[in-house]
């Protein structure tokens, strides 16, 4: 069975042989290779649906279902974001996995994100399925160890989530555990503190979860560590943070409902989740330090991952160098090799081209060169160019880059 994604369509169920869709006549093979199996999910403003490409490889296809400017950009920003990390522990998007797709006779595209397909289940609906039992402490400090590094990855490039939760955490069927729904997710630049600094930042709010400074519109790196520490509490007690908040001491007092836990441990939940940002643990590595000092043996964990993220592979040596310390390896990274450009100049067009296109830049950068290896900056210049609408705009970016 094929379905038809057209949202229109009267009859989406097609047999696997037929190529357009016999209720609407739009095409069944999306982007000349994918065929879609069934529908996973359908809420706000995207559903979700698994495919098969044409190696028999699954994967989950994530359609968005209005194309409102501000939800296309932070969908294309979900692409741009998943696109630069090479992690265990954040979903993967298939190579030219962002494209556009249009129903039969229209001129809409519905905007298309092809990800990893997780075989597994959120930490919510585990909980739901154990019946509504909590999880020992032990497991829940090494879940918290995992998912504070995979934290770090993205803290380390500046990169915050905005909304960690049980639902946004899977669990895999070995046991590893995954960072997903990066659809809020933001980037601390320039751009983001100065809309900042004036409100024009989109609010994220999940009950029980969100910290005040990010319900008012100020979420800083920190905001990440208290959304964690309220998900820890719901795996220990398997309920909602809100659950134990208490009014007339406007704090969350949970401790007494779970048995077995050290101090130590409680003592590192409450330092995460600090009303204040500034009284939450630095950075990553500092809570990671300090579920060391409670179980020495969860060191491990770093150690499998940074076993576990493959290296950049390029044809310099010089590179290999370059390259070997970086533990993650981005898109545009991974198109690079014994050319022209260089590392630095392909990343700062791609900074370049996102003030006049926005978070798509990386991926239209990494597409050109992957397709011209060997291409020179001045050529580079000009095929980016290529993908700015206004002229005016295109020379301005054009000289930015190659004024000497």
Known sequence: MTLCINPKCPKPNNSDTTIFCNGCGSELLLDERYRVIKELDHGGFSTTYEIIDMNSHLWVLKVLTDNHPKYVELFQQEAQILSYFNHPGIPKIDEDGYFCYYPHQSKI??????????????????IRQRGGRPIQPKTVLRWLAELILILKQLHNHNFFHRDIKPANIMLRSNGCLVLIDFGTAREVNQTYLEKQAIGQVTGVVSHGYTPMEQMRGHAVLQSDFYALAGTMIFLLTAKDPSYFYDFSQQKINWQGSVEGISKQFIDLIEYMMASVPSDRPANCQEIFNQI???????????????????????????????????????????????????????????QELAEFVGPMAMIICARIVKQNPNISQQDLCAALAKSIDNPTQAKIFQQRLLIL
């Open 109 to 126: 595209p519905l905007h298309c994100l092809v990800m990893e397909k997780i075989e597994g289940v959120n930490l919510q609906e585990y």
């Open 292 to 350: 060391i000092a409670i179980n020495p043996s969860l060191q491990i964990i770093d150690e499998h991952f940074n076993s576990s993220i493959p290296v950049t592979k390029t044809l310099e040596s010089e590179q290999v160098k370059n390259n070997v310390n970086n533990s993650n390896s981005t898109l545009i990274t991974n198109q690079i090799n014994n050319s022209k450009i260089t590392k630095e100049f392909i990343q700062r067009c791609s």
